[in-house]
């Protein structure tokens, strides 16, 4: 029925299943977007934030999605700045997934703000000295830049590429796509590390706070050399699952083991600096304000050492190791456990930068602050994977997203 | 108006709360609810959704009886003055919805420029900033007795102590108008202070030698809440309880006992 | 956002900022200006037919 629109030399599923799929997950999206408008309409008061928690599962959310959907930036960033050509077999995919991860965050920022009718304030009242008021400019603008790559990708689609305009349109866009891809570069550079400094700056937030250089702390590198680090590991496990539920190759193996290796070495740098970070805040910061490191990770039920260990060794090092060796990249077991822990890892660190700056007491006759999400944040956190499910089966069906795909899955009756 | 301010020196407005003083009575808490249209609800059980821009917290020394001691500590808006007005709460506001002023030291909220993204919340290490989790709903009648000096906020923004700053409006306007430049101690006064039964709370310019505050700040056993982490804060205590003292910031083990500072 | 906005400070972190801010608005918008009319252009002088780039 829908043949017509899918693209040549390709074979997808039959409509049943794809509607089928898209209705089971839009199930879900739906049950998002009824919590959505709760909030809305009810306000904050449908969550369980409050006075001690001001950010909570939705400010991790937004961090951990701009980390993951730090693959379309650095990708861009290497295919088109630093010339690794391969890359553009995975490119279009990295970008439609950033796009997903940005509009997700963009999305429920939209609900976590108590006047989302002022939610202009923060572009025409900026104060630039404040690290959301970078984030809200460089996140919009970067957006936009993802909005403009992923324009080309839906020209392509058969019968659109059909009117003329839109063909020359998709072929202009093309022409000058390293120029939007280094203006992406530029402003994720910044607001990927603006997030790191949105705790990073809080000098009265002993967990949070860092030392660094000029305006920013050491957690605004640490927050962008993250997200070069395990976008791209985000970016290959999507295409690992999509060519699992999919059943076909997509990328071929040296393209994804390029990346990989790209992705592992920035893993390994990362973690050794997020050591040392965490060393001289253990031993030189956190003591100048009265506190023992110990103090961070005792006396509540779920802060403990373990999350360290969780971030650090499990999420950081174990990863890292994996993907430098070639071994390692090239076995697919250890290759997708790799992204799968460096994906946790980078979640670990966002969460431990939002949700437990504030858990920790600072007045010395205050006890622990616990949280625990409402089920309308659960559901409008889980309404962007509804989405980004919906977006990818949408797209894959009828954009023409992975060029090797012909190639790799060569269909027999291509005349019909 | 602006050229009024101009020619006043730039003052600081602070506090003094003597602990050893303070019974714990929550007068202070009642009066700044009053005075300041703080909106509460039916059920106050869960103390992190209430707005009490004067909160009394109760401090004990953890020992069993016959010594345990017990100190109550109000707990208003700390007016941070940080490193040159660089407070926690208003270098972050990315719609510069709270603001340092100069002229009085003290920490201002926007209500109508506040889109309620809470950053501040999570800069203030004192919570003393509270967010509009509901749409204030007053008992029937008592929308009547709100102060018309002060407005009501909505839903969705943040809110806190000002120091009473309508207050300063209203005896500036009197100032301006019979011609002088300054204004006397007990023409601007918070309405914590005047409703403490036990005078525990002094207010003034702690930059004039005239206002009692002046002196008190450099009592001996003056200090302020976490001043380790540099928020430089115009609220001081006093306590002669050394362990009262000592729960005013974070000390590691080794560092022994609390010496005050000199201010 | 503007200069005549009234937060608006003529100081160097403003500059800074709104330079960046702006330098990156001008070539997202000056690049998609371009290709659009220069698809317009093209459309018009009959480039692009069934072709593919």
Redesign the interface.
């Known amino acids: 029925m829908d043949t017509a629109l899918i693209p040549e030399g390709r074979k997808r599923c039959p409509l049943w299943q794809f509607v089928l799929f898209i209705a089971v997950v839009g199930a879900v999206l739906l049950w998002g977007v009824y919590a959505m408008i709760l909030c809305w309409l009810k306000?904050?008061?449908q969550t369980n934030?409050?006075?001690?928690?001001?950010?909570a599962l939705w400010i991790w959310a937004d961090l951990a999605v701009i980390a993951l959907g730090g693959g379309a930036f650095f990708s861009g960033f290497l295919k088109y700045i630093i010339g690794k050509d391969e890359l553009k077999n995975l490119i279009n995919y990295a970008v439609i997934i950033g796009f997903i991860c940005y509009s997700s965050a963009l999305l429920i920022l939209a609900i976590?703000?108590?006047?989302?009718l002022?939610?202009w304030?923060?572009?025409?009242?900026?104060?630039?000295?404040?690290?959301?008021?970078?984030v809200?400019?460089?996140l919009s603008?970067y957006f936009?830049?993802l909005t403009?790559e992923f324009i080309p990708l839906i020209l392509e689609n058969r019968q659109i590429d059909k009117v003329?305009?839109f063909?020359?349109?998709?072929?202009?866009?093309?022409h000058?796509m390293a120029?939007?891809a280094a203006?992406g570069a530029?402003?994720s550079f910044?607001h990927q590390g603006s997030l790191g400094g949105?705790?990073g700056?809080?000098?009265?937030?002993?967990f949070g706070f860092r030392e660094g250089v000029l305006i920013w702390p050491w957690t605004f590198f640490l927050f962008t050399w993250s997200a070069a680090a395990c976008g791209p590991c985000f970016t290959i496990l999507i295409t690992k699952i999509t060519e699992k539920v999919t059943r076909k190759k997509l990328v071929k193996d040296n393209v994804i083991e390029l990346l990989a290796k790209i992705s592992g070495w920035m893993l390994l740098t990362y973690i050794v600096a997020k050591i040392i970070d965490t060393w001289y805040w253990a031993v030189v910061t956190a003591?100048?304000?009265?506190?023992?490191m110990m103090?961070f990770y005792s006396n509540n039920p779920l802060y403990g050492l373990w999350i360290l260990f969780l971030e650090i060794v499990l999420g950081g090092i174990v990863p890292a190791l994996i993907l430098i060796t070639p071994a390692g990249r090239k076995n697919k077991a250890t290759l997708l456990l790799a992204t799968v822990l460096a994906v946790i890892g980078v979640c670990v660190n966002r969460w431990v930068m939002v949700l437990q700056?504030?858990a920790v007491p600072?007045?010395?006759?205050?006890s622990w602050?616990m949280y625990a999400p409402s089920w309308q944040e659960v559901a409008t956190t889980i309404l962007p994977l509804a989405y980004g499910a919906i977006l990818i089966a949408i797209a894959h069906r009828y954009l023409p997203i992975f060029p090797q795909e012909p190639e790799l899955n060569p269909v027999e009756q291509q005349a019909g | 108006m602006k050229k009024a301010q101009e020619h006043t020196a730039p003052k600081k407005y602070g506090m003094v709360i003597d602990l050893d003083k303070c019974t714990g009575c929550g007068a202070c808490m009642a009066a700044c609810m009053a005075e300041n249209n703080v909106p509460f609800r039916e059920d106050e059980t869960d103390k992190n959704l209430s707005i009490t821009w004067l909160r009394v917290y109760k401090l004990t020394n953890g020992k069993k009886f016959p010594n345990a001691d017990v100190c109550y500590l109000p707990r208003p808006c700390m007016h941070c003055e940080g490193h040159h007005g660089h407070s926690p709460c208003v270098s972050v506001c990315p719609a510069t919805a709270t603001d340092y002023s100069y002229d009085t030291g003290i920490v201002s909220q926007i209500y109508t420029r506040c889109f309620g993204c809470r950053y501040c919340m999570a800069a203030c290490p004192y919570h003393v900033r509270y967010f509009n989790w509901w749409d204030p709903v007053w008992p029937e009648g008592m929308e009547k007795m709100l102060s018309p000096n002060v407005s009501v906020r909505t839903r969705g923004v943040v809110e806190k102590c000002s120091f009473c700053f309508h207050r300063y409006q209203i005896a500036m306007e009197k100032v301006r108008y019979e011609g002088r430049a300054e204004l006397a101690e007990d023409e601007y006064q918070t309405a914590c202070t005047q409703a403490c039964p036990a005078n525990a709370i002094t207010f003034g310019d702690l930059n004039n030698h005239d206002h009692a505050v002046y002196k008190l700040k450099t009592h001996p056993d003056a200090f302020r809440l976490l001043e380790r982490l540099g928020t430089n804060p115009k609220v001081y205590y006093i306590s002669s309880r050394e362990w009262v003292r000592r729960q005013g910031d974070n000390y590691l083990e080794n560092e022994g006992k609390v010496v005050a500072k000199a201010h | 956002m503007f200069p005549f906005s009234f937060e608006w400070i003529w100081d160097m972190s403003h500059m800074v900022f709104h330079g960046g801010l702006w330098y990156a608005l001008s070539i997202i918008g000056l690049g998609m200006t371009y290709c659009i009319l220069k698809s317009v252009v093209d459309t018009v002088q009959g480039k692009g037919g069934d072709g593919h780039h």
């Not at chain 1, 409050?50 to 950010?55: D, S």
């Open positions: 306000g904050l008061n934030m409050n006075n001690a928690y001001g950010f976590d703000i108590g006047q989302p002022r939610g304030f923060i572009f025409w009242h900026a104060n630039v000295h404040s690290m959301l008021t970078e809200a400019f460089c603008c936009a830049v403009i003329r305009f063909h020359n349109l998709s072929h202009n866009m093309h000058i120029v939007f203006t530029f402003l910044f949105v705790a700056v809080l000098f009265a937030r002993p003591p100048e304000a009265g506190f023992t103090d700056v504030l600072v007045m010395p006759f205050e602050f």
